[in-house]
């Protein structure tokens, strides 16, 4: 056989196969937050039918137009879902059960009998929403097993007021046997009401053999599954929806120490921090501390981390010995600054020769760790005792503060002197001025003070 004939061997083949193929996503899948919604207006709606089922007849108008709103929702959800589908009549064949779930609570209809064992089908409609919402939270195994702890449930409660209604003086309306079903399933049993029929005492132990293992399985799926959660966020495999908190990016020798000391500050005790990072697992044990895992400098990776509405960064260098790192973190800075153009962010450097291209890119704050630990060594050695004070400004361990804040409208048109005189009565001891990005300390004492203006200083509490 040539060449030309097995390549149209193999496109007949193809052809031949792809008749029969039945694509891998017959349920096509919406966003997150409608299926959340359709989740939750289907526990809505089997509220509402054991109200139905309760509550005496006529149904409450309330409960008829609610209902009815809920359906036209479940209806629009099949429509689409239905056009959405690459194998319509397939799709059609696996969820006809959500048209036939989607009858409302009309009062010509609420009296058939047929109707009303119908409407289990909500209970099944549930159950499978739940299986369809295990790309939101809930695992698969979860939204069978509740699918199958409602069925029994009601069926079982079903059964029994059939069985034993009219023969039973403690069965008298459908919440009675409701009650029966849950404490029967679950293997409490009370003793209040008992099935005093035979049909009735086969429904019961059918019940409590089925209980047993369907609240175990429930039970065991439901703590796994928060193990579970638990260990991706360990692992930083979740996703986090936050605002107003304290980005990690990258991890190093001194980001410990620097976390540490920034909850120091009652400015910012209650804020939370996401740490993101290409670690296995999180570095930091502390319950306000998320992680995510991934490379800092990726955009996709600080969505995850919610990075376009934090308020602050903290970016540390992947490795302090290596000059290149700061190329690593100016890529990181610039992603994040085009995705936040308002927070603040600080950047630790290597090498002071990559300052500018750090400040470049966006950075609020660039410090060179090594320069400055060198000036620093300096100045103690010429004037000694200056450490423990700048240990003491630096550091937010106890004692007093460095803080950088707004001059009050209060002081406008007032000498910087006057101003110090006065902040000295409220404990504050003015240092330096912040005007327009330049920054001056001690200065003139006849400067005339405006608005804008920031001023440096030293307190044992943030000034307020």
Known sequence: MGLAQEREAVAQSKKKSDLFEIPREVDPRLPWLWEAGVISLALLSVV??????ILPHPTPR????????????????????????PRRWLFFQQNWVDLLASIPLVEPLSTLRLVRFLRLLRLWRLGRLLRRGRQIVFPEALGKLGQATLLVWATAALLIYELEHGSNSNIKTLSDALWWSMTT??????????????????????????????????AATMATMLLEFREMGQKGLRNYKMQDHLLILGWGPRSPAALEDFFLDPRYAGLRAIIVADLERTPYDDPRVLFVRGNPGRREVLERASASKAVLAMVFPRNITDPQSDLQTALTVLTLRRL??????????????????????????????????AMLLVRCLQDLGTLHVMEDLLTNKGGSELYHIPVTSEFFGKSFREYAHQMLDRDCSVIGLDRDGSRELNPDGTLVLRDGDHAMVVAREPPS
């Open 48 to 53: 509402l039918f054991l109200f139905e089922w």
């Open 340 to 373: 936040n153009p308002r927070v603040r962010i600080g950047a630790e450097l290597v090498s002071s020769e990559n300052h500018d291209y750090l400040t470049e890119v966006g950075c609020d704050a660039v410090i060179d760790v090594s320069a400055f630990g």
């Open 185 to 218: 399933l679950s293997t409490v049993g009370y003793g209040d009401i008992s099935p005093v029929t035979p049909a009735g005492r086969l429904v019961g132990m059918m019940t409590m053999v089925l209980g047993v293992g369907l609240l175990g399985g429930l």
């Open 62 to 85: 309330w409960i008829l137009l609610t209902d009815l709103g809920i359906s036209f929702f479940f209806l629009t959800d099949f429509l689409v879902r239905l056009a959405r589908s």
